[in-house]
């Protein structure tokens, strides 16, 4: 089993709103309210990024930075430019007529793709989540191989068409794949606090496959340790260190994300959905569910069901 392909796959990125921005120098703009996380990719001239709480980052042509958190930042053509707040009306005008937003006036020196995206709410295992407040990848360290991507995305923002929502989303998981391959090459020592630091242990890397591959089973830590070969307290350690829960605390949040997507996707019952994910009855599942999530199984249906029809006619609109 490829893990990250299977963490990925179910928390799926949705609700990709994206832009191209071209800039006038002098020019800034500040983005206090970034919806979910967001992602720069700098295709001409050159930028600086200003993350309150970090240094500043200077972004050449064919860098691209991500900010898996969504952190309120400041990009400009020059450091400390004073930066007015981004008019989100005038944002989501170019959007929907696949305009490029003008920054700045005069002759444009800087072109950059900007993107924000959010990962599917039914689903608490994130890999991205967990990464630093900002990732840069230089072109010359990597970030070039993610070019065509970039391309096919500016592409899409340029000319937008039917179901152009589903071909951002599924281009922006792409384009994710593709700068995580990029940043595990280059910087693996900064991934070793992360979700992403399961990779570089082989224990771990085995324990999680067992976890992901069998959800159902009546897994402990002792069982577990066994078919590894270890100790219950060095399988605990070694889990705890990196993704910072114990076995049965990570295997429980995935189980609740399986079942939290069955419940809003499909018409299974409960009985089928808690047999799953390794409850022998609806009552013990749903005593778990309940625990982990704070509503019962039939009111996260109800609930997570409008919200996504919600979301489906906001972006079809888009």
């Known amino acids: 089993m490829d893990l990250l392909a299977d963490v990925l796959s179910v928390g799926g990125v949705r609700g990709t ?8 120098e002098p020019w800034a703009v500040n983005w206090t309210d970034v919806r979910g996380a967001a992602f720069y990719a700098v295709t ?8 309150p709480g970090h240094d500043l980052v200077h972004l050449l042509a064919g860098d691209v930075v991500l900010l898996p958190t969504g952190a309120g930042h400041t990009i400009s053509s020059e450091p400390h430019t004073r930066a007015p707040q981004c008019d989100a009306v005038a944002v989501e005008r ?9 920054l700045g006036h005069g002759e444009v020196q800087t072109h950059l793709l900007g993107a924000s995206y959010t990962h599917d709410p039914a689903v608490s295992t994130q890999v991205l989540a967990q990464l630093p407040d900002i990732v840069h990848l230089r072109a010359e360290s990597g970030a070039n191989c993610l070019s065509d991507s970039i391309r096919l995305l500016t592409r899409e923002l340029a000319y937008p068409q039917l179901a152009t929502s589903v071909v951002l989303d599924r281009m922006v998981d792409i384009l994710l794949i593709q700068f995580l391959r990029v ?9 070793k606090d992360t979700w992403l630091g399961v990779l570089e242990d082989p224990l771990l890397t085995a324990a999680l496959t067992k976890l992901h591959t069998a959800p159902a089973r009546p897994w402990t830590t002792e069982l577990l340790a066994a078919e590894l070969g270890v100790s219950r307290a060095t399988l605990t350690r070694r889990f705890v260190g990196t993704t910072g829960k ?10 609740m994300d399986l079942a939290a997507r069955r419940l809003r996707d499909s018409h299974d019952t409960l009985d089928a959905i808690a047999r799953s994910v390794g409850y022998t009855t609806p009552y013990a599942f749903s ?3 309940t625990r982990s999530r704070g509503q019962s199984p039939g009111r996260y249906r109800v609930t997570a069901r409008a919200e996504a029809e919600q979301q489906t006619d906001t972006y079809s609109t888009a």
């Open 94 to 102: 170019a959007r929907l007529a696949g305009d490029v937003v003008q």
């Open 183 to 191: 940043w595990l090459a280059h910087r693996p020592e900064d991934a």
């Open 287 to 289: 005593r778990a569910f």
């Open 246 to 255: 114990a076995p049965g605390a990570y295997l429980t949040q995935w189980r």
């Open 44 to 51: 001409a001239g050159s930028v600086w990024l200003d993350v």
């Open 17 to 24: 709103l994206g832009a191209r921005i071209e800039g006038a």
